[in-house]
């Protein structure tokens, strides 16, 4: 019996294995043999054309002595912060208001998940012709004139790419906080109302504690992705005017393919995942602060 039973384990193994296989080579052909493998060349200098040469620490030194970097970095963080704050309070709000069951509750589901869905270089092309200085829609509306050149003005392209990310990304969020409000109980709100929560009292003290493991992994979700912010640049404004709109990724992106530093951008690339790394382990960490139920 023993004998049986080892053998049916045995059969079960082996083909959980081979179903398990194909996934576990391509995990390890695509991400983990180039995860170590852009280590190593962040230990060299290498044009793509001839062979690596080894320097060490150099391409890490060199970075954190160039002024550009720090511009790069603050860049990246100010986009990442303005983008995270209003990508979880905005959807939020918009979520909270849709599971009141208003009129029109379909519509308004579809128009703000509509730009999600809709291609990079669509969303791009169209916002490129409303930030358009002579012939845009939004100076129309405002009534500048071509006073304000948006999209090519360092004071304005930045804060212009982070409203077009905020619009396309706000009907993701809103769908993952619309899905965590439906979640709640009915019969804790109902004895919400008995006890005199109601409206705002409510949302602060039932509804938001309630959803604080949705708003969690909102908060991680957004904060990587916006750290990884590239199409949207690369599309919009490639950088300029005056790496005003310079991001971490783009920045790897030229160094890699336009200076040919491979080296460079490998370096980049893994100061950015600790970035990220550091950032998500501070959001794990504190998590037993806020998020119920931790």
């Not at 990079?120 to 200085?133: E, N, S």
């Amino acid at each position: 019996m023993k004998n049986k039973i080892s053998e049916i384990s045995s059969k079960d193994l082996f083909w959980a294995w081979l179903f398990i296989l194909p996934a576990f080579i391509g995990t390890l052909i695509f991400i983990i043999i180039p995860v170590f493998g852009s280590f190593g060349i962040s230990l060299t200098k290498w044009n793509l054309i001839g062979s690596p040469k080894f320097v060490g620490l150099d391409n890490y030194i060199e970075l954190f002595q160039n002024p550009v970097f720090y511009e790069v970095l603050w860049n990246t963080f100010y986009y990442a912060f303005i983008t995270t704050i209003f990508g979880i309070i905005l959807p939020l709000i918009i979520a909270v208001a849709i599971d009141r069951k208003i009129k029109g509750t379909t519509f308004f589901k579809t128009a703000y998940f509509l730009p999600f869905i809709t291609p990079m270089i669509v969303v791009a092309i169209v916002w490129a012709w409303i930030f358009d200085p002579n012939y845009g829609i939004l100076n129309w509306i405002l009534g500048v004139g071509d006073k304000i050149t948006w999209l090519y003005d360092k004071n304005f392209a930045m804060p212009a790419i982070i409203l077009v990310s905020i619009w396309k990304n706000i009907g993701y969020n809103m769908v993952i906080f619309l899905a965590g409000l439906q979640a709640i109980p009915e019969s804790v709100n109902e004895a919400a109302e008995i006890d005199g929560a109601v409206g705002v009292k409510r949302f602060f003290t039932i509804t938001l504690p309630m959803l604080s493991p949705t708003i969690f992994f909102v908060s991680i979700m957004t904060t990587i992705s916006s750290f990884q912010v590239f199409d949207l640049i690369y599309l919009m404004t490639e950088g300029g005017p005056e790496n005003s709109t310079m991001v971490m990724v783009y920045w790897l992106y030229k160094n890699a393919f336009e200076y040919f530093k491979l080296g460079t951008a490998s370096a980049i690339a893994y100061i950015l995942f600790m970035i990220i790394l550091v950032l998500t382990l501070i959001q794990w960490v504190t998590r037993k602060r806020w998020v119920m139920n931790e």
